[in-house]
């Protein structure tokens, strides 16, 4: 069975960072594409950040263009956990965030993509 937990979420100020993690367990995820996608209050659920294996140990990040240049996607192969450093927090990033993981992703920023989904971590932005 896989599993996938997330954590790091919790209350920041605007302009503050968090870092959240997802742990892997029930396989070895190190050729998965791993992604983050988040939903506020209301919304529907978004893509925010992912990355795959590009063969030969070789990864590549995708993000969403209202995180770019502030979010960071990362993984640990040797740990099965991915994460997602956030810098300059806006009120707007407000949402519950889940990680992702797909045995194979041709468009990682599409949520049909994944097969395996985290319960989600609250992140609130205060102004």
């Known amino acids: 069975q896989v599993q996938l937990v997330e954590s790091g979420g919790g209350l920041a100020q605007a302009g503050g960072s968090l870092r959240l993690s997802c742990a892997a367990s029930?396989?070895?995820?190190?050729?998965?594409?791993l992604g983050w996608f988040r939903q506020a209050p209301g919304k529907e659920r978004e893509f925010v950040a992912a990355i795959n294996w590009s063969g030969s140990y070789t990864y590549y990040a995708y993000y969403a263009d209202s995180v770019k240049g502030r979010f960071t996607i990362s993984r640990d192969n040797a740990k099965n956990t991915m994460y997602l450093q956030k810098n300059i927090l806006k009120p707007e990033d407000t949402a519950l965030y889940y990680c992702?993981?797909?045995?194979?992703?041709?468009?990682?920023?599409?949520?049909?993509?994944?097969?395996?989904w985290g319960q989600g971590t609250q992140v609130t932005v205060s102004s």
């Open positions: 992702a993981a797909a045995r194979s992703a041709y468009a990682p920023r599409q949520m049909g993509e994944y097969d395996y």
């Open positions: 029930g396989r070895t995820f190190s050729s998965f594409t």
